[in-house]
């Protein structure tokens, strides 16, 4: 009697591995484009009133673009749908605020009001690097101790008031920004790493369910120290 071959399937860690491994890529590739949209030209949109609508729309599907590729990473990560609703929820508010009060900075007289927006709430980096920080602690499922390592975009605020009192240019000063606000957005990730290691927790929770696996089957373990391995990018 013969046996049909029976098809190779992807371990349940491996298949979370590879989502969570997509979902922080897809992420940091959709923060990239809404940071270099809102950072861009897309401000023309406040301050030329004759802009023609064809480079409008442009500029719209651009950022709407980029903030559909976030969504869709945070969609990825094999959290349940609560917590992915809701990371993309923050996201997305993120990206609003930001729109927002760069409308406002640029077209209302706030005088020094208006100086103080720029490295604040209506920073980009500032305001995405927050943003995007705690939607991934939240869809990561972090202990509240986590969300301490927020604190930190106080340094790209101190940063970029810095950059513009010192009167450096525009180009320099975004490609700083940049690569500080991605040091930021890893030591947050860091941080809830930290966190839930203090507090003894494992892995987010997934959409596979314990009661699926087999029956005494053990947890894989590292061997650096003999701790159940979690899924996915550690941060």
Same mark, same amino acid.
């Given at each position: 009697?013969? %046996?049909?071959?029976?098809?190779?399937?992807?371990?349940?860690?491996?298949?979370?591995?590879?989502?969570?491994?997509?979902?922080?890529?897809?992420?940091?590739?959709?923060? %990239?484009? =809404?940071?270099?949209?809102?950072?861009?030209?897309?401000?023309?949109?406040?301050?030329?009133?004759?802009?023609?609508?064809?480079?409008?729309?442009?500029?719209?599907?651009?950022?709407?673009?980029?903030?559909?590729?976030?969504?869709?990473?945070?969609?990825?990560?094999?959290?349940?749908?609560?917590?992915?609703?809701?990371?993309?929820?923050?996201?997305?508010?993120?990206?609003?605020?930001?729109?927002?009060?760069? @409308?406002?900075?640029?077209?209302?007289?706030?005088?020094?009001?208006?100086?103080?927006?720029?490295?604040?709430?209506?920073?980009?980096? =500032?305001?995405?690097?927050?943003?995007?920080?705690?939607?991934?602690?939240?869809?990561?499922?972090?202990?509240?101790?986590?969300?301490?390592?927020?604190?930190?975009?106080?340094?790209?605020?101190?940063?970029?008031?810095?950059?513009?009192?010192?009167?450096?240019?525009?180009?320099?000063?975004?490609?700083?920004?940049?690569?500080?606000?991605?040091?930021?957005?890893?030591?947050?990730?860091?941080?809830?790493?930290? @966190?839930?290691?203090?507090?003894?927790?494992?892995? @987010?929770?997934?959409? %596979?369910?314990?009661?699926?696996?087999?029956?005494?089957?053990?947890?894989?373990?590292?061997?650096?120290?003999?701790?159940?391995?979690?899924?996915?990018?550690?941060?």
């Amino acid at each position: 009697m013969s %046996y049909a071959p029976r098809p190779q399937t992807s371990p349940p860690s491996q298949t979370l591995a590879t989502r969570w491994l997509l979902a922080l890529v897809t992420v940091s590739l959709g923060g %990239y484009l =809404v940071v270099q949209s809102l950072s861009g030209q897309f401000i023309q949109l406040f301050l030329n009133a004759r802009l023609d609508a064809s480079v409008g729309a442009l500029l719209v599907l651009q950022l709407l673009f980029a903030v559909a590729v976030t969504v869709l990473g945070f969609f990825f990560a094999p959290a349940t749908v609560a917590r992915r609703s809701i990371a993309a929820g923050i996201a997305v508010a993120a990206v609003l605020l930001v729109a927002l009060f760069q @409308a406002v900075r640029l077209t209302a007289r706030l005088g020094r009001g208006g100086f103080l927006l720029s490295f604040t709430v209506a920073d980009v980096f =500032v305001m995405m690097t927050l943003g995007l920080g705690l939607a991934w602690l939240i869809v990561r499922s972090r202990p509240g101790l986590s969300f301490v390592s927020l604190a930190l975009v106080v340094v790209l605020s101190l940063a970029h008031w810095g950059l513009l009192m010192g009167g450096i240019e525009s180009a320099t000063t975004q490609i700083m920004m940049l690569i500080l606000s991605a040091v930021v957005v890893a030591a947050i990730g860091w941080g809830g790493v930290l @966190a839930s290691r203090m507090s003894g927790r494992g892995a @987010a929770p997934s959409l %596979y369910s314990a009661a699926a696996q087999p029956p005494h089957q053990q947890p894989p373990h590292t061997q650096q120290n003999d701790r159940p391995a979690e899924r996915g990018p550690v941060i």
